[in-house]
């Protein structure tokens, strides 16, 4: 089934009886070529990708609750390409080409919005590192503008300008960055593989990895066994978990991370803007809510749900920034949980293990990461050859020191970055 206007048109005027099941329900067959464990975002993306990009047709991606049922259809959405390091700039910048073809590509409407994204900064020190940024983000050949205190003020004038405390100095304007909508990014994946023969197994855990002789032979599930030559683990925040079922400790640590929305207001926030001087950032859905988040709850967890003291940092923070929100009656939060890595940047690479492979690490940023992610997981998958854009990904680099990839320069912990 293709969306396109006509059909649309076609099924208003006939009664909407046309529509097909976006994917189908299959069993599990006893044996694929490739398995994916994980129906989130990286997981859906990486089985499209190898159907589309290499051809290869006998895939089944693994999915122990239901497709899109995890981080990716929890995320407040925010996509963008202004990552300052080699290694994560030319990757990210890769994304938001992918994203910026992806409806096209997915017939299927994931509301990508190019709405802007402005981080604020609020001194000397804090403008020369967006600075910098900027510039880099310039050399990699994605937008940057440095505004001021000016600039900002004709684009967001409801900041609040007088306080003294954290004064506005200015912003870095990245206006291809922006929003997606997360369920419908999952759902457009999901479709897309389908289409190309890809069976998506939901209600199906996997609880255990076979391995004999150095090589993955298939895994065990709720519903069975299933053999495969290939296996890639793409779980996000359980990803400790299923590396233990294989023998694997990783350098992760699962964290939370919560977010808010509003009851649905007129349009009044047209960007997605962050503040430089606590951990709050913003957008407005298509909906009309107000969807905003902070930094992780700083404890490790697997719960997805978060406590109410980043609750009350994240809401003062907002209120430091925009007092109007004051006006605006939360409706829902929650959490999800965070796959961080010592360095703050993903790992897509082969493990010890023949024929086992590992996509994880994304930290709060990956489903800006979703279309590469998928797109270069894939090639090394069925090619055993890194992408160029994800070749600083290693694992190694965490046991060698050599390779890592600091963005926030905090050092080698988890939950700072
Ligand atoms: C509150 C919040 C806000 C965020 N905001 C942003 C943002 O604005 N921009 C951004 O870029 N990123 C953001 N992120 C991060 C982003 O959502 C994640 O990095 C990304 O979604 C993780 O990849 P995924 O989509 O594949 O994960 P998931 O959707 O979590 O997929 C993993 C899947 O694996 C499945 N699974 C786990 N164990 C097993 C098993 N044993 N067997 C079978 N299946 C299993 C899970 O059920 C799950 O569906 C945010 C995250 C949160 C929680």
Redesign the pocket.
């Known amino acids: 089934m293709r969306f396109s206007g006509l059909k649309i048109l076609k099924e208003g005027l006939t009664g909407n009886k046309g529509w097909t099941k976006h994917w189908r329900n299959p069993e599990p067959k006893k044996e694929y070529d490739i398995l994916i464990?994980?129906?989130?975002?990286?997981?859906l993306s990486t089985a499209y990708y190898l159907a589309k990009n290499h051809g290869l047709k006998n895939i089944a991606v693994?999915?122990?609750?239901y497709?899109?049922?995890?981080?990716?259809?929890?995320?407040?959405?925010?996509?963008r390409a202004n990552y300052f390091l080699p290694g994560n700039s030319e990757f990210y910048s890769h994304s938001l080409k992918l994203w910026e073809g992806l409806e096209q590509d997915l017939n299927y409407n994931v509301m990508h919005s190019k709405r802007g994204l402005i981080n604020l900064f609020h001194s000397d020190g804090q403008r020369d590192a967006f600075a910098r940024r900027g510039n880099a983000m310039i050399n990699q050949g994605d937008d940057a503008f440095l505004l001021d205190k000016e600039g900002v003020r004709d684009l967001l004038p409801y900041l609040d300008f007088e306080q003294t405390r954290f004064p506005i100095y200015g912003g870095l304007y990245h206006p291809r960055g922006g929003s997606a909508r997360?369920d419908a990014v999952?759902w457009g994946y999901a479709r897309g593989a389908d289409t190309r023969g890809v069976d998506l197994i939901q209600n199906?855990?996997?609880?255990g990895i076979d391995i004999k002789q150095g090589r993955v032979t298939g895994v065990q599930?709720t519903r069975g066994s299933i053999n495969a030559k290939k296996v890639g683990i793409?779980?996000?925040?359980?990803s400790g978990?299923?590396a233990a079922m294989a023998g694997m400790s990783l350098p992760i640590e699962s964290h939370i991370?919560?977010?808010f929305v509003t009851e649905g207001l007129k349009p009044c926030i047209d960007h997605v803007v962050s503040f430089g001087m606590g951990h709050f950032y913003i957008s407005q859905s298509d909906k009309g809510g107000l969807v905003f988040?902070g930094d992780l709850d700083f404890y490790t967890s697997y719960a997805q749900r978060g406590n109410l003291p980043m609750k009350e940092h994240v809401m003062e923070a907002g209120m430091t920034l925009m007092p109007m929100i004051g006006k605006a009656r939360v409706l829902r939060s929650?959490?999800?949980?965070?796959?961080m890595t010592p360095d703050g940047s993903p790992i897509i690479d082969k493990t010890g293990i023949e024929g086992l492979y590992i996509d994880c690490g994304?930290?709060?940023?990956?489903?800006?990461?979703?279309p590469a992610s998928g797109y270069c997981f894939a090639h090394l998958m069925a090619t055993d050859r890194y992408h160029e854009v994800a070749s600083g990904f290693r694992l190694s680099r965490f046991k060698t020191g050599y390779g890592l990839i600091d963005e926030e320069g905090t050092g080698s912990q988890h939950n700072l970055h």
């Open positions: 464990i994980g129906g989130g975002g990286h997981g693994l999915e122990k609750g497709v899109g049922g995890g981080n990716v259809g929890r995320n407040t959405t925010i996509v997360h999952a199906c855990e996997v609880t599930t793409v779980v996000a925040g359980r978990q299923l991370l919560q977010a988040g929650w959490g999800g949980i965070m796959d994304w930290c709060y940023g990956g489903f800006k990461a979703v």
